[in-house]
Each structure stands twice: as C-alpha cells, then as structure tokens.
C-alpha cells in the first residue's frame, strides 16, 4: 500500500514542476513535487539567475577599467569577492522564496517532498528522503527532473577537484568562494564562454580548451564561433583550438614564478604535439544531458534516446501511459531546447494534457518552432529559427546576408561596434526564417525577430515596421534592406 496517493506526481521542483502543479492547482488538482536537491531547479540556484547576476558585476569592473568613451580615464576599482558571493547568494535565496517557495505555500494543493525518487512501476516511486522511505502513488506522474552537467570521461579527472556550472550555486559544498588565479576551461559552449569571460574580467587568468578549431560549432550560423573567439581573445582569454584531453593530473607543488599555486595540469594534443596546461582550478563546462539516471525509468517502461533523454509525442505523453516528460529532461525530443522557458511552459502543457480527457478539455500540443535563444557574453549573442546550413537542408533556396553592426547608428553613437547581424529568409517568398546577433543588448532584440517568426513576417515586413532612432533594434531593418540596396549608403531611418 502506498504512503501517499496524489492526482498528480511530479519528480522534480523547478520552473517545469512549478508551472505543471500551478497548472494542477488550477484545475482544483492535488499535486506533490518530489526533489532530492534544491527547490527552485537549476535556473533560479545554480544557472541562469547566478550567472547573470556575476557576469553583469564583471561588465562593471571591465568597463570602469576600460571606458569605450575618449575622455573618461580608467578606474582601478577594488572589489571583494566574498561580498560579491554574498549578495549573489542574497539574489538566490530572495528569488527562491519569492517565485517559488511562497508559491507552494499559497496552494493548499501543492505539496513538497524531500528525496530522490525511483520508480516501482509505472504509478508508484519510492522516495528515499529526510523522513525515511515512503511510497507515493499517482494516475499521472511527470518526470521534470531537469538536467546535469556533462563529466567527460577522461584519465585522472576523478581524482581532481575539477568545478561545473554548479560552482554558482548557493550554500552547497560545491559552491566557489574564492577567486582563483589562474583556470582551465574544458568546452567551448555558452557556459564556457559565458563563465571563461566573466572570471576574465575578475582578474583570473583563463585558458579555454576546444576540441575544435573555435567555439560554438553546433547551431549556429559559422560566422558566430571565429568573431565571439576574437573578441573574448582580445580581453586576454587564451584559447587552445583542435585540442584533445589526454589527461589531468593534480600536482600541488608548482608555483609560478609569482608564487600562484598551480594544482591542476591539463594534457592536451593540439596540432600534433602535446603539451601541458597548468592552472590553479579546473572547470568543466563540456554542456549539459538530461537528468535520468538512477531513477528506474526502465521500471516504468518509459522509453529513453541515445542521449539518456526522456522521448515523448507531441502532447509531452512519454512511452508509458499516465507518464508525461517535459523541460530540459527530454533533450531534443519533440525538436525542444534545455531552456528554463520551453520547460516552464511545456509543464504548464503537460498538466494540462494530464488531466485534459477528464476535464472534458482539448489536449494542446507542443510547439517548440520559435525558440529565441541567447549567451550572455560580451556582446551578448542570440539567435532564433533556422541557420543557413539548416535552411538549405530543408531544399529551399536560401537569401541571406551577414552585416558587421558598426551599420547600426546607436552601436557607433555609444563606441561599441563589436559584433554582427545575420537575417535569413526564404528566396522566393522572402519570410524570414532564422536571424543571429552579436551585439550590445542582442537578447532584448532578439525578441522583435523571435515575434515575426512566429508570425511569418517577411524582409518587408522588417522593413516597414519604424523602429525608435537610434536603437541596436534597427540592424533587423538594415540587414533586411540589403536585400534589396546597400543600406551604408541610406541617410538616416531611410529604406
């Protein structure tokens, strides 16, 4: 017999698992949330909200030491890294109990277990917790479990005390405090550059190491990895390209010639030759998989990929009845993105879908077709829809053009000409089908090209929509205008 019965179990307690139980509650429905780390998910504890939080404290201490404007000295402002620490764990611990926390208790309905999970059969988990063993039983289970990062096998990394993104966290053993002076980076994706950037500019020596010959390979438009490579370069990050990891190895005895402890060594073969890397610290930034393992999916007969990624249907139904997947634990199944947003709406859907037949509801089906995305560097990167390569895969004929964003009026007004625009339509009916920025605020205006994709908008349209002047907005409309002119050559708001 089971401890507990509830209409809707949900495995997981971050922004997915928060949106499906508000979903539930909605409908009157019993929820219970079940999560063996931190309410709230990676997002809100260790990712998104820490990150961004940091990185834009590291954009100050940057641009007070090397102001963009003539006429503005250089500051060489201090600052204290254990009180940056501080208010980031103040960001979190206010954020958790505001959006999350507070919302469970504003709902009778929604209950949160602490404990991992496994599953019995396909309507019960046992959960092993604070409060012993108990077994929950449901007719709708949702399995929000997230996702971790990736550890890559390689010799000697076990036995050195390497970081992850979950280095941002709050009041775990894994949390950094202390400022290292030098570090390696294993990886070359967004979190690599986002955190090798943001350490940079705290004053760590970093050195990224790709298995490429530049970062960011996969996804996007191939004129993003070479100039976000040249621009981080410029700032100091050393990249090592083409490398292959042969070994790590700890050796706490060498000091440079500074008398900085370098603990960390770092094998590589790049270029034919091998060579050692050193630094005091090492971060593993080689991406994220889903979170599955140990939770005795195979019990429920719930079907997983190559990946270890939960596959559902359009309607986030996985292969056992009664069972729903949504967030970042179902990779790329049904084409979703690990993205806090897909996941928190996609819980809503799943909810939504789990209690649909009863409540004499349509079902509603996944759309993951617009998904604006974006890196937090300096410039920032975003992208939405199709690229080039995948445009043409699709046997369509493909226009598109690639602008530097010193084009843009209010890049050259505010001396921050770093980065570019890319649009790609369509050739014969002109819809716009993928855009890619690198530019000051590209994650703001990536939304105005996320909004005409969803809506079919063509060059034209980009074209006649009057954008403010001057706004890093308006490289929509002058890279839909070279389609047809030189827009360098228009005066000002002209098309």
């Known amino acids: 017999m089971p401890d507990l019965e509830t209409d809707l179990l949900i495995l997981g307690a971050g922004s997915t698992a928060f949106a499906a139980a508000l979903r539930a509650a909605e409908f009157g429905k019993r929820s219970v949330m079940i999560e063996s780390r931190t309410v709230g998910g990676t997002c809100a504890n260790r990712g998104c909200l820490p990150s961004k939080n940091l990185i834009e404290a590291a954009r100050w201490l940057h641009d007070a030491r090397q102001p963009r404007y003539p006429g503005l000295a250089a500051l060489k402002p201090r600052f ?6 501080r208010q980031k764990d103040e960001v979190i611990a206010g954020y958790v109990a505001k959006k999350y926390s507070s919302a469970a208790a504003a709902h009778a309905e929604i209950r949160l277990l602490d404990g991992r999970a496994r599953f019995i059969d396909a309507h019960s988990v046992a959960v092993e917790g604070s409060e012993g063993r108990r077994v929950i039983a449901s007719q709708r289970i949702l399995i929000a479990l997230g996702s971790a990062p990736i550890i890559p096998e390689i010799s000697g990394l076990d036995e050195v005390g390497y970081l992850t993104s979950d280095l941002l966290t709050s009041g775990e053993a ?23 950037q943001m350490f940079a500019r705290l004053g760590v020596d970093v050195t990224v190491i790709e298995r490429g010959p530049f970062p960011l390979r996969h996804g996007y438009e191939p004129e993003v990895g070479p100039a976000i490579k040249a621009l981080l370069a410029a ?34 073969r790049a270029r034919e030759a091998t060579q050692d890397l050193r630094a005091e610290r090492l971060l593993v930034a080689t991406g994220r998989r889903p979170q599955t393992d140990g939770v005795g999916l195979d019990e429920a007969d719930v079907r997983m990929d190559a990946d270890g990624a939960v596959v559902v249907d359009e309607w986030l139904r996985t292969s056992a009845a009664g069972i729903w997947a949504a967030g970042d634990v179902i990779g790329s199944s049904q084409a979703s993105q690990m993205a806090t947003p897909v996941g928190a709406r996609d819980g809503g859907l799943a909810a939504h879908n789990a209690f649909a037949e009863e409540l004499g509801l349509e079902p509603r089906a996944v759309n993951h077709r617009v998904i604006p995305r974006a890196i937090f560097t300096d410039p920032q990167i975003a992208l939405v829809g199709l690229t080039e390569r995948q445009v043409i895969a699709t046997g369509r004929r493909c226009w598109c053009n690639t602008l530097p964003i010193d084009i843009v009026p209010r890049a ?49 349209d980009f074209i006649d929509l009057l954008h403010v002047y001057p706004t890093m907005s308006e490289a929509l409309k002058l890279v839909a205008i070279s389609r047809y002119k030189d827009p360098g050559a228009l005066s000002c708001c002209a098309d």
């Open 80 to 85: 204290d890294m254990d009180a940056l620490i």
């Open 174 to 196: 894994v949390e950094m405090t202390d400022l290292p002076r030098s570090l390696i980076v294993l990886g070359g994706g967004y979190i690599a550059l986002e955190l090798g």
């Open 235 to 268: 700032e100091g990050v050393r990249f090592v390209t083409r490398a292959e990891v042969i070994g790590v190895r700890s050796d706490t005895g060498h000091r440079t010639k500074s008398g900085a402890r370098e603990s960390v060594v770092v094998t590589v």
């Open 412 to 460: 050259g007004a505010t001396h921050d000409t770093r980065g570019i625009v890319k649009m790609v339509a369509d050739a014969d009916t002109n819809e716009v089908l993928g855009v890619t920025l690198i530019c000051a605020n590209a994650a703001e205006v990536i939304h105005e090209a996320a909004m005409g994709l969803r809506f079919h908008a063509t060059l034209d």
